[in-house]
T-cell receptor
Framework: GIQVEQSPPDLILQEGANSTLRCNFS?????LQWFHQNPWGQLINLFY???GTKQNGRLSATTVATERYSLLYISSSQTTDSGVYFC???????????????FGQGTILTVHP | ETGVTQSPTHLIKTRGQQVTLRCSSQ?????VSWYQQALGQGPQFIFQ???????GRGNFPPRFSGLQFPNYSSELNVNALELDDSALYLC??????????FGSGTRLTVV
């Protein structure tokens, strides 16, 4: 099956620092999403980004589908950015989505004041 | 947007019992998927429903079953609960082929 690898597994920052999280995937995908899981367990959708670049405030993401990776950038980090960041992909076969998200193992981000 | 809502938020069951978890999809979404997330792991796909029929299934035994109703709400049923079924269960809704919106989850503890 499709493999999704995220790096780094853990990241510790001081407030105000910038960071880059990476997601590598092993096959063609027709959906890629970045999520932030809060301490209560809810997965907050950050970006739906099967290709290209998007920005939302201090966060931006880039997916290079032909090279099978995606990057999530966090600038001027805040303590509220702490939590687990997941990359998830929806495998495509012949252009048909199976509707199954495969998640990476996540990056645990801790931002200290 | 009404979002995705799940109930209950927490549940404690005894090994061997049966449990039903519920999910109300986001307005306008026609698919619903269920995921199991064990502590320290990423969510694992259980199954997806589209137009009230199962549209794909992950590596879970038949004692995990589901339903989708005409109003796109959904249930996840687990029979013969085992200790390893203790996890956070997440429901997600989407329009087929687009991004997914997740609920807050139900934390199930099997004792």
């Amino acid at each position: 099956g499709i493999q999704v690898e995220q790096s780094p597994p853990d990241l510790i920052l001081q407030e105000g620092a910038n960071s880059t999280l990476r997601c590598n995937f092993s096959d063609s995908v027709n959906n890629l999403q970045w999520f932030h899981q809060n301490p209560w367990g809810q997965l907050i959708n950050l970006f739906y980004i099967p290709s290209g670049t998007k920005q939302n405030g201090r966060l931006s993401a880039t997916t290079v589908a032909t090279e099978r990776y995606s990057l999530l950038y966090i600038s001027s980090s805040q303590t509220t950015d702490s939590g687990v960041y997941f990359c998830a992909v929806d495998f495509s076969a012949g252009g048909t989505s199976y509707g199954k998200l495969t998640f990476g193992q996540g990056t645990i981000l801790t931002v200290h004041p | 947007e009404t979002g995705v809502t799940q109930s209950p938020t927490h549940l404690i069951k005894t090994r061997g019992q049966q449990v039903t978890l519920r999910c109300s999809s986001q307005s306008g979404h026609n698919t619903v998927s269920w995921y199991q997330q064990a502590l320290g792991q990423g969510p694992q796909f259980i199954f997806q429903y589209y137009r009230e029929e199962e549209n794909g299934r992950g590596n879970f035994p038949p004692r995990f079953s589901g339903l989708q109703f005409p109003n796109y709400s959904s249930e996840l049923n687990v029979n013969a609960l085992e200790l390893d079924d203790s996890a956070l269960y997440l429901c997600a809704s989407s329009l087929l082929g687009s991004g997914y919106t997740f609920g807050s989850g139900t934390r199930l503890t099997v004792v």
